[in-house]
C-alpha cells in the first residue's frame, strides 16, 4: 500500500485565492520531507525541505511568503500555495525518506489557477 | 552543488529491443546515491534502480541494469527486452549520502522520454 499520501490530487482555483496541499507520512515518522515542483515534460525542481518542529529550508529562487510549509507533526507536511496567479500552475510533488532507507513519493497535486 | 544532465530529451524503441538512456552528474561528493526513476502518464514516481557510489558492481534489477563509471561521473541505464509499459519519463537523480536533513534531497536531470513502440 502507499506509504506517502498526498491530497488534494488536483485543485483549481481563482486567481488570489490560497490553496493548501496535505502530505501525510502513513507508516512512519518522518522528520524531514521535500516538496518539489514539476513543469509539464519538465524535470523535478527542489523547492524546501520542511523540517518538523522548525522552519523549513528553501531553495534559491523560491518565495517563502508565496510557498507556505508547515510540518506541525512527525507524519504531516502541508503546502500552502498563497495568493495564487496563474504562473504557479503546476504539478506539486512531496517525498518522504526515512535515513539509510528508499525513499518514497506522494502522487502529486496538480494546481490550476484560474 | 551537484547538476545531473540528460542530452536524450527523447529516446524512442521497439518492442522487446534493447535502450540506453544517458545520464552524466557533476559532484565534489566522493560518497553518494545514483538513482534512475520511471514517470508514467499517472506521474506518479517510481523507483527503477538505485546506485551507491562506494559499490563498485553495476546495480541490476531484472531488465534494468546500469553502468556506473564513477571516475567519468556517467551512469546510463539500459532497458532489455523493452515493453509497452516502459514507456514513460526517466529520470537520473543524485543524492548525496548525508545524515540528517540532508538525506532525501534529490537534485533530478532533465529528464527523457522514452517510447516503446509495438
Known amino acids: 500500500g502507499a506509504v506517502v499520501s498526498q491530497h488534494p490530487s488536483r485543485v483549481i482555483c481563482k486567481s488570489g485565492t490560497s490553496v493548501k496541499i496535505e502530505c501525510r507520512s502513513l507508516d512512519f515518522q518522518a522528520t524531514t520531507m521535500f516538496w518539489y515542483r514539476q513543469f509539464p515534460k519538465k524535470s523535478l525542481m527542489l523547492m524546501a525541505t520542511?523540517?518538523?518542529?522548525?522552519?523549513?529550508?528553501?531553495e534559491q529562487g523560491v518565495e517563502k511568503d508565496k510557498f507556505l510549509i508547515n510540518h506541525a507533526s512527525l507524519t504531516l507536511s502541508t503546502l500552502t500555495v498563497t495568493s495564487a496567479h496563474p504562473e504557479d500552475s503546476s504539478f506539486y510533488i512531496c517525498s518522504v525518506s526515512r535515513v539509510g532507507e528508499k525513499l518514497f513519493f506522494g502522487s502529486g497535486t496538480q494546481l490550476s489557477v484560474l | 552543488a551537484q547538476t545531473v544532465t540528460q542530452s536524450q530529451p527523447e529516446m524512442s524503441v521497439q518492442e522487446a529491443e534493447t535502450v540506453t538512456l544517458s545520464c552524466t552528474y557533476d559532484t565534489s561528493e566522493s560518497n553518494y546515491y545514483l538513482f534512475w526513476y520511471k514517470q508514467p502518464p499517472s506521474r506518479q514516481m517510481i523507483l527503477v534502480i538505485r546506485q551507491e557510489a562506494y559499490k563498485q558492481q553495476n546495480a541490476t534489477e531484472n531488465r534494468f541494469s546500469v553502468n556506473f563509471q564513477k571516475a567519468a561521473k556517467s551512469f546510463s541505464l539500459k532497458i532489455s527486452d523493452s515493453q509497452l509499459g516502459d514507456t514513460a519519463m526517466y529520470f537520473c537523480a543524485f543524492m548525496r549520502m548525508a545524515g540528517g536533513t540532508s538525506y532525501g534531497k534529490l537534485t533530478f536531470g532533465q529528464g527523457t522520454i522514452l517510447t516503446v513502440h509495438p
Open positions: 520542511s523540517n518538523e518542529g522548525s522552519k523549513a529550508t528553501y
